[in-house]
């Protein structure tokens, strides 16, 4: 089956510092990708859409300059926290569509990340 | 936009009686609706879903259905086991290629 995988697995940073999150498609190219944060015992919210060579659509209320995703090849998108405060600590898990004309969306493992 | 609602928030039950979690969705585009599995600090596994054109889907003991009418579908887990204990998430879809919208999820717990 398709894997998706994410990278780091988790991370520590200061306030104040950028965190760059990469997840990755290994036996299939995705043309997009989403993103979503969990916060601990809630469910995932959708953060924003990242489509292969365009810019990525966030959903209301998400700071698409806090937030920067890139998508730069039809394997890899990254999500960087820009300026990381302690209220971004959470667990964020990408997931990638599956190739064309199936509805079932693969899961990244996912990222801690913690703001100290 | 989609808006999901699920119930319960928790559940409890003893080994080998049934379960059942209830969504409902707001918008009646939405054609895709799977179930995910999760285990603590753990990605989502999905363990079944359905699509709009189909009522009912079974895969041994859980079964999923869909009432497109009421705008809402259910999860049957039978004969539960302790290992069914986990979190529970229902989510709606457009269609292929477009995000996921999760409810806010249900915590089983199967005692044995």
């Known amino acids: 089956g398709a894997v998706v995988s994410q990278h780091p697995s988790r991370v520590i940073c200061k306030s104040g510092t950028s965190v760059k999150i990469e997840c990755r498609s290994l036996?299939?190219?995705?043309?997009?990708m989403f993103w979503y944060r969990q916060f601990p015992k809630k469910s995932l919210m959708l953060m924003a859409t990242?489509?292969?060579?365009?810019?990525?659509?966030?959903e209301q209320g998400v700071e698409k300059d806090k937030f920067l995703i890139n998508h730069a090849s039809l394997t890899l998108s990254t999500l960087t926290v820009t300026s990381a405060h302690p209220e971004d600590s959470s667990f964020y898990i990408c997931?990638?569509?599956?190739?064309?004309?199936?509805?079932?969306?693969?899961f990244g493992p996912g990222t801690r990340l913690t703001v100290t | 936009g989609e808006n999901v609602e699920q119930h319960p928030s928790t559940l409890s039950v003893q080994e080998g009686d049934s379960a059942v979690i209830k969504c409902t969705y707001s918008?009646?585009?939405?054609?895709?609706f799977p179930w995910y599995k999760q285990e603590l600090g753990k990605r989502p596994q999905l363990i079944i879903d359905?699509?709009?054109?189909?009522g009912e889907k079974k895969d041994q003991r859980i079964a999923v259905t869909l009432n497109k009418t009421a705008k809402h579908f259910s999860l049957h887990i039978t004969e539960t086991q302790p290992e069914d204990s986990a979190v529970y998430f229902c989510?709606?879809?457009?269609?292929?290629?477009?995000?996921?919208?999760f409810g806010k999820g249900t915590t089983l717990s199967v005692s044995s």
């Open positions: 997931s990638a569509r599956a190739p064309s004309g199936s509805y079932e969306q693969y």
């Open positions: 918008d009646s585009a939405s054609n895709y």
């Open positions: 989510a709606a879809s457009k269609s292929a290629g477009t995000a996921l919208i």
């Open positions: 036996d299939f190219q995705a043309t997009t």
């Open positions: 990242s489509n292969e060579g365009s810019k990525a659509t966030y």
């Open positions: 359905i699509r709009s054109n189909v």
